[in-house]
């Protein structure tokens, strides 16, 4: 019973921790930057923003792997990632298009969870990188 508490806290806390990262690095920039001579709209985040973002949700990734089942880390992270910036898109869009852009970075932690994952696993020499604990 103890370790299946400590899997439930440890999984929250990653979920929390995940959707942190969405805020504190992205998710309270909304705005637009306009170039004054080609009229080209770029944003709403900046690239120091994303690399920010990227690196936190790669040290999760990495410490997750290391106290819970790989499943768990690709899972969480990726469902908590992505309603942290669905909030955000469905506060700003103008169409129900963001609904592509949930799928796009579920699919994307997904990817990019698997892969720290894999070589978190690789690396500690667990064997086979995505089952198990």
């Not at 869009?93 to 997904?110: D, S």
């Not at 696993?121 to 995505?130: I, N, S, T």
């Amino acid at each position: 019973m103890v370790n299946q508490a400590r899997l439930v806290v440890d999984a929250v806390v990653l979920a929390g921790l995940t959707i942190a990262a969405w805020w504190l690095w992205m998710g309270w920039d909304t705005t637009y930057q306009v170039d004054a001579v080609t009229g080209a709209r770029t944003g709403p985040y900046e690239p120091w923003q994303v690399v920010g973002c990227v690196l936190c949700l790669v040290v999760l990734a990495v410490v997750g792997a290391i106290r819970l089942p790989r499943w768990v880390v690709v899972l969480v992270m990726s469902v908590a990632f992505t309603v942290a910036w669905s909030m955000t898109a469905i506060a700003t869009a103008t169409g129900p298009l963001w609904g592509v852009g949930a799928l796009m970075v579920f699919v994307g932690m997904v990817a990019g969870s698997c892969v720290v994952v894999a070589v978190v696993r690789k690396v500690r020499g667990d064997g086979k990188a995505l089952s198990g604990t």
